[in-house]
């Protein structure tokens, strides 16, 4: 298929989505998209699921995955495509940072109730519906009890980066290590939504350095002056490297309810023809 709207970034209920894996590829269907990938934060287990549905719909489907790391005090996130769910190492890296998940989670929560919140774990583990612990759910929570209007103005007020109840994970995998991982799964590393880092110095000695295999270019939160920039971003590299790296994109989605611009399926960003060239590599 040379025509075709992809979506190569969203979530389920696996991580911090707000639908389940079948749910959600129905309405990517329903949206339009062709060729659709689930990257859930931090775990693999929507992924048989999304795939199985998503063939029965007649989607084109890429296996991924989200994983969390830290640059010189920059959270950085690392898109994996194509990666082997069966991978021990892939799955052992997984576990363990699962667990660093939890461990933040639970200081958020004191962070939280040290502000005068009366907020308490299982008020937040009951929006837990896979096996990831994020700040969706710690949002939902408090917005259930009134502390915020939106999942939206919890991050904006309390829990987003430098927010007073924000907490950094411990032990946060290194972008060399997500790569190698990654690439032992068998699967491309990718660069997610660079406009958060201001790293562009630095991302280009990560491809020679660390192997990365491309940039997310076309995110709900890149406007066409991003675009610009991080296409330019990659065709530099590509001259340096002497190969093309790849561009993907999406809506990140979670749910309608979340309230940001552009998370929305079927609107995706993304060149058709961008999203095949990573199908097809994966498929050869």
Known sequence: MMNGLADLHMHSTASDGGYGQEALVKKAADAGLT?????????????????????????????????????????????????DPESASLQSTLSFHRERRLDRMRSMIS???????????????????????????????????????????AFKRFIGYNRPC????????????????????GGLAIIAHPVFYDLDNS???????????????????????SVQ????????????????????????FHHESFGRKGEELGKTKLPYEEALRVFESLSS
């Open 166 to 185: 924000y907490e950094y994970k411990e032990d946060e995998m290194h972008p060399e290590e997500a790569v190698r991982v990654i690439h032992e799964a």
């Open 229 to 252: 920039r991080f296409e330019a971003l990659a065709s530099s590299i590509d001259s340096q490297m002497g190969s093309r790296m790849f561009r993907t994109g999406g809506s990140d």
């Open 111 to 153: 962070k939280c109730q040290k502000q005068g919140m009366e907020i308490e774990e299982s008020d937040v583990f009951s929006y837990v519906t896979g096996d990831t612990y994020s700040r969706p759910h710690l949002a939902k929570a408090l917005v259930a009890h009134g502390y915020a209007e939106s999942v939206n103005d």
């Open 35 to 83: 060729m659709i990938s689930l990257t859930d934060h931090d775990t693999t287990n929507g992924l048989e699921k999304a795939r199985h549905t998503a063939a029965a719909l007649g989607l084109s489907f890429i296996n991924g995955l989200e994983l969390s790391t830290r640059f010189e005090g920059v959270s950085v996130d690392i898109l994996g495509y194509g990666i």
């Open 203 to 225: 991302i280009p000695h990560w491809f020679n350095a660390y192997g990365v295999d491309g940039i997310e270019v076309y995110h709900r939160d890149h406007d066409s002056a």
